[in-house]
């Protein structure tokens, strides 16, 4: 699942187990199809209780749930969980784009939330991140892809040896791209995640701000590093 | 018209209601007049009876026979004279017998017509020195008669005032029935669908005037909303056809292809891709819209917000070769949601940039205005014509220069939908060339 030469679980590591809690029959098996193209092994349950008795029953590295599901709101079951001891991330699907204070908690609880209707690519991408982020245990000081660095305790950032001066913003989507190498990174994500507003940015903000961290990093006579996905996002790996 | 109806109406409770007062007003003042004017009649018959019976009582005990015969004589027909033995025979005088309870001097009483004499009589009886009782009376037919006149007054009065006010209710509730079935025919004829109809109003002003009045500012609000809502739906289904026939002509096109090249499915993709943007924007309108007021909402420093976005749109300016002023001067915080100004102004800024010709310039700034603060989102581009300005800030309308752009084209809409929560006001304004768009952050006031 990923590209060659990227850091990414040890070849040893078991599959990644990822619970689908989607009270619409298709969703779910789209969902789960998509999963299992993507290295996963998925499983199903069709409403809220069956979902919450499975997540507390077995291990899941993940899981996606519907937020609206007859009889049970999925940010109930999401505190049913936590309060049962799992700390398994999960990534919310909504029809609705809500901001509202409770979805504000479960973003700042490690999860994430994504709005229907979505591409499966981005539903994939964004549990490789939330996987990612909650396997990172120890605390990083330093990042690295090829020969590109970043140092997190004295914020400066290096290409072959040689200084980059950033803005801190730029500096912040750096991060979130080296902490996520390998990994496709939608524009909506960059956005959500390095500069934590919720609603569409539009197809060229992202795009100009990427392409002047670009033309920072990728010097000429340099290898490029961000690779433009085209029409879904960018993805930052070694050459 | 039904009794019953007549009944539960205001008017004729009212009239009723007051009849019956009045009716018990007239009644205590006749019976006053009555009781009062029944005691002094009686009190002078009294004392005339005591000046009588004085008289007799100085006449000599031998010649008071013949005084006695000779007052019957002259004034027989209206009075009684008449003097008993110690052992209450009768000695002379118009009276057989002397009545039961008659005490000599004790209290007077009244005596009902008898054989002796035809009218009702008020007696009094005195004993003389000699042990003989003398009896005086008076016939009170006259104090009898007036004592009935009153009463019959206040009878036929009562009866006259509780009729009239029935009758007078009774005429004035016709008037306001009227009304309420003419109400009632709107109000049928409005949830029959007929949204144009009104409740009919006089020219009174009165409470059913007010009451009409109000339903009639609903029903106009209604109006508006059913409209809006006809036009959304109309202007989405309008806007989603385009993208959908493209897709669908591609799609059956691929079908028929022998060979499907990969980017002729990234077309179809891209076109559905258009779709689904729009959705998530008339998704994210409906959810401002039903979202509770003041939720999220705390005091906001604008120049902050104004920073921020102008930090997020600078290398996008840029990149589309304009200049981009920024200007946030510090100001008293207002009560805001951050998160919703900062959609609304990337909105804003987004639009100004993605209209304005390379070498224009697009300026973003905060402004002390005379209620508050402001924001004014500039540009130099081609502006929106007068006659859309008022349009484009519609739900889920999509400015005609929206339609060759990419975007869902509701930006306008969200930030619309973000202002009214926030109670704001939003103008567009001509820059001369290009577009000025003004956040008035001052809360409006609820009306009704």
Redesign the interface.
């Known amino acids: 699942m990923n590209a060659p030469g990227v850091p990414g679980p040890p070849p040893e590591a078991r599959v990644t187990r990822v619970l689908v809690i989607e009270d619409d029959r298709q969703t779910a098996e789209e969902i789960a199809a998509c999963l299992t193209a993507s290295g996963f092994e998925a499983s199903k349950c069709f409403d809220g209780p069956a979902g919450l008795a499975a997540a507390k029953s077995q291990a899941f590295d993940a899981i996606t749930l519907d937020r609206m599901m007859p009889g049970l709101d999925g940010l109930e079951l999401v505190k049913a969980l936590r309060e049962a001891g799992s700390q398994a991330p999960v990534l919310m699907v909504s029809?609705?784009?809500?901001?509202?204070?409770r979805v504000d908690g479960l973003r700042a609880g490690g999860d994430d939330y994504l709005?229907k209707?979505f591409a499966p690519k981005e539903l994939v991408a964004r549990l490789e991140v939330l996987l990612r982020r909650h396997r990172r245990s120890e605390v990083e000081t330093r990042l690295q892809v090829a020969d590109l660095e970043l140092d997190l305790v004295r914020r400066e950032a290096y290409r072959a040896g040689k200084t980059i001066e950033l803005l801190p913003?730029e500096f912040q989507l750096l991060e979130f791209m080296m902490r996520n190498a390998g990994q496709l990174l939608t524009r909506r994500m960059i956005f959500e995640s390095v500069?934590e507003?919720?609603?569409?940015?539009?197809?060229?903000?992202i795009n100009?701000?990427v392409?002047?961290l670009r033309r920072k990093i990728d010097g000429p006579g340099l290898l490029p590093l961000i690779r433009t996905e085209r029409?879904q996002g960018y993805m930052l790996h070694a050459p | 018209m039904r009794l019953s109806e007549l009944w539960r109406t205001t008017t004729f409770r009212l009239s009723l209601l007051y009849g019956l007062l009045f009716t018990v007003g007239a009644v205590a003042l006749l019976a006053m007049v009555y009781v009062r004017s029944a005691v002094y009649l009686t009190h002078r018959v009294d004392d005339i009876l005591a000046v009588e019976a004085a008289a007799q009582m100085r006449v000599p005990a031998e010649r008071l026979k013949p005084t006695i015969d000779d007052a019957l004589l002259i004034n027989g027909r209206n009075s009684v004279f008449a003097l008993f033995a110690a052992d209450r025979t009768r000695e002379t005088g118009n009276l057989t017998t002397l009545p039961a309870g008659l005490e000599p001097g004790g209290r007077p009483i009244e005596m009902s017509p008898t054989p002796d004499f035809p009218a009702a009589a008020r007696l009094i009886a005195r004993q003389l020195p000699s042990g003989e009782i003398l009896v005086v009376g008076r016939d009170i037919n006259q104090l009898r008669e007036i004592r009935r006149i009153i009463a019959s007054a206040l009878i036929w009065s009562g009866v006259l005032i509780v009729l009239a006010g029935l009758v007078f209710g009774a005429a004035l509730s016709l008037g306001p029935i009227r009304r309420l079935r003419q109400l009632q025919e709107a109000n049928h004829d409005i949830a029959a669908g007929d949204l144009k109809r009104r409740m009919p109003t006089s020219k009174r002003g009165d409470e059913l005037d007010m009451f009409a009045g109000a339903v009639n500012y609903m029903l106009g609000e209604v109006e508006r909303l059913m409209g809006e809502v006809k036009t959304s739906s109309e202007t989405i289904a309008h806007d989603l056809r385009t993208p959908l026939t493209r897709a669908r002509a591609q799609l059956h096109r691929l079908e028929q292809a022998p060979k499907v090249l990969p980017g002729e499915i990234a077309g179809v993709t891209a076109e559905l891709d258009e779709v689904l943007e729009r959705f998530i924007a008339i998704l994210r309108i409906s959810e401002l819209e039903t979202r509770a007021r003041s939720a999220g909402f705390a005091p906001t420093p604008l120049d902050r917000i104004v920073s921020q976005v102008g930090d997020l749109y600078q290398p996008l300016a840029e990149e589309a070769d304009l200049r981009f002023q920024v200007v946030a001067p510090p100001l008293p915080p207002v009560d805001a949601d951050p998160k919703l100004m900062v959609e609304a102004l990337s909105n804003l800024v987004d639009n100004a940039i993605k209209f304005t010709p390379p070498g224009g310039a697009v300026r973003l700034a905060l402004e002390p205005g005379p209620e508050g603060p402001r924001i004014v989102v500039q540009d130099n581009g081609p502006g929106v014509p007068q006659g859309e300005r008022t349009a484009v800030l519609q739900r889920f309308y999509r400015a005609e220069r929206d339609r060759l752009t990419p975007g869902s084209g509701l930006g306008l809409s969200i930030v619309a939908a973000i202002v009214r929560l926030h109670r704001f006001r939003l103008e567009l304004q001509d820059a001369g060339p290009g577009l000025r768009v003004i956040i008035d952050c001052h809360p409006a006031p609820i009306t009704y």
Not at chain 1, 95 to 101: E, P
Not at chain 1, 197 to 205: A, E, K, M, V
């Open positions: 029809a609705l784009s809500d901001v509202d204070d709005v209707p913003m500069w507003y919720y609603f569409d940015p539009g197809t060229n903000l100009v701000h392409g002047k029409g």
